[in-house]
């Protein structure tokens, strides 16, 4: 993980709590709470929770299909996937990679916390079938080890970081390191959601934040992950905060999906 410098106390064996320190980062934090906090209490959510989760990950997957540069119709994914049918070819390989990784992100939950370097694999096999060598599905690119290895220590050492930056240093490492000859961008997006749903942030996955990160609009995305590689803690922290932004965003769509539940559409 990129070094990042503060003037606050923290512990020298919990890096993430630098992080959280950085100018900026506790105030977009507590947004991306607040957003959340508003969403998940919706009155749709209490008949309706299921049904919100799942179109939260339809719109998760098509949105992470996007930041990769395929960005297929919303309905015509849903309509589709409806059918039991095939996508354009032209996009096929990735936002199918990108259904499948949603959809296994409810049984992942569990071994998450305990096993990140497997989820990982797990997601990447998901994720890269169809653009990558069988062979090689999860299995980071040896380049990537032991930046990968050290990955999941930070998630399974104990932390006084909020749930938001834990995330977004996940999400950073995963996509900036390019862990996986293919689809490192899908799996990231996909750990950084997981994380939100373990740690408590949003535990029912109603919120889209990979709809966030497209309205934030792709160019943004590349440019913030990359002040994130460069590891300077102006880098770092403008990182975090795009990731906090696109949090609210998601919220929001979150709340646009139970109004639309509501009407009855």
Do not use: K, N
Not at 48 to 62: D, H, I, Q, W
């Amino acid at each position: 993980m990129p070094a990042a410098r503060s003037t606050t106390p923290t512990s020298p064996a919990d890096p993430l709590a630098h992080v959280a320190a950085l100018p900026g980062v506790d105030a977009a934090v507590e947004r991306a709470r607040a957003a959340v906090d508003d969403l998940r209490g919706h009155r749709v959510l209490r008949r309706y929770g299921e049904r919100v989760s799942s179109e939260s990950a339809l719109r998760g997957a098509r949105a992470s299909a996007a930041l990769e540069g395929v960005d297929l119709p919303l309905d015509a994914v849903r309509r589709t996937v409806s059918a039991g049918g095939r996508l354009p070819e032209d996009g096929e390989p990735v936002v199918q990679g990108a259904l499948r990784v949603a959809t296994e992100l409810g049984p992942l939950q569990a071994t998450w916390s305990r096993a990140p370097l497997q989820v990982l694999a797990r997601l990447h096999t998901l994720a890269a079938s169809g653009l990558d060598d069988e062979a090689v599905l999860g299995r980071p690119r040896p380049s990537a080890a032991t930046r990968l290895a050290a990955v999941g220590d930070l998630l399974t050492s104990p932390t006084s970081a909020p749930a938001l930056v834990v995330a977004a240093v996940v999400h950073g490492e995963v996509a900036m390191i390019g862990a996986f000859s293919a689809g490192s961008g899908v799996v990231a997006r996909a750990a950084a959601r997981l994380t939100y749903v373990e740690r408590g942030l949003d535990p029912d996955a109603v919120s889209v934040p990979e709809v966030g990160h497209v309205e934030l609009g792709r160019v943004d995305y590349l440019d913030a992950l990359r002040a994130y590689a460069e590891g300077g803690p102006d880098g770092i922290a403008a990182w975090v905060v795009h990731c906090a932004e696109a949090v609210v965003l998601g919220a929001r769509e979150g709340v646009a999906v139970c109004e639309a539940i509501q009407r009855g559409s």
